[in-house]
């Protein structure tokens, strides 16, 4: 006669936290890492609620969250608080999770830190930033006209700057355009906004999903086959800076005339099968070398982040 034994019942169920407000908590493990977490400033050691802060005003929306001005209540020292709701769908919340995940690696002047990240109990996630008061550079652009090539010229060196060091520690950001760049009224520039930047495990990891905003995509990222189907990936980052350069100095998306609202079909048709845009006649010639460098259409050809730092529109002296 056959024994049979009970079986056990297991309990599957994990313990709810007590509060979410607590402590900065991130809900998914790192992949093994030899790179440190960015370390927590002084000014920030103590925040450890979202009850600590108080909420100024709605900096914006977008993404499925909301970015609020807010203040520490203790220190008065301003930060940027970055809301995104728990009920978002799963692709935003897959950005979030990336977005998290690439803030605890990077710690650099020329990137947008992050103070820390908590969850709530809603499931909506909080991240708590620095606070950048002059806004974004598209911000810049509608409200104070088009920039000079001094500018852009630093404009374009934080950039690379940021890019040469995201681009060693091996991410790719995949979606530069002037909303995403973050400056204060020192025109300090730090690049903003992960959510749709990929970590590469291997120097040519392909890096062709149709994510980001199609308008600064690369002409590989729409057809691979014809521009460069083993490109480096971190080459799509120089296509959209340049796009970006061009735009801050003519006033409106190079590929269309002003006004003109894109749709994916008619980019397309313009990145893919047009020519790169081009600056006017009143641009120097180092500006117009510097973009004919960032926007060659075969990404092989296009020049990487170290050696656009050492173009002389880059490295010239403007005083």
Known sequence: MALVRERRQLSLRLPLPDSADRRPRFPLPLPPSSLSAPTTTASTQDIDRLSDLEKLRVLGHGNGGTVYKVRHKRTSAIYALKVVQGDCDTTVRRQIFREMEILRRTDSPYVVRCHGVFEKPTGDIAFLMEYMDAGTLENVLKSRGTFSESSLSSIA???????????????????????????????????????????????????????????????????????????????????????????LYVGHFPFLPPGQRPDWATLMCAICF?????????????????????LQKESSKRWTVSQLLSHPFVTKDWK
Request: hydrophobic share 35%.
């Open 157 to 247: 060196r934080q950039v690379l700057n940021g890019l040469n060091y995201l681009h060693t520690q091996k991410i790719v950001h995949r979606d530069i355009k002037p909303s995403n760049l973050l400056v204060n009224k020192k025109m300090e520039v730090k690049i903003a906004d992960f959510g749709v930047s990929k970590i590469m495990c291997r120097t040519l990891d392909p890096c062709v999903s149709y994510v980001g905003t199609c308008a600064y995509m690369s002409p590989e990222r729409f057809d691979p086959d014809t521009y460069g189907a083993n490109y480096n990936g971190y080459a799509a980052d120089i296509w959209s800076l340049g796009l970006t350069l061009v735009e």
């Open 274 to 294: 047009g020519e790169p845009p081009s600056l006017p006649d009143s641009a120097s010639e180092d500006f117009k070398s510097f973009i004919r460098c960032c």
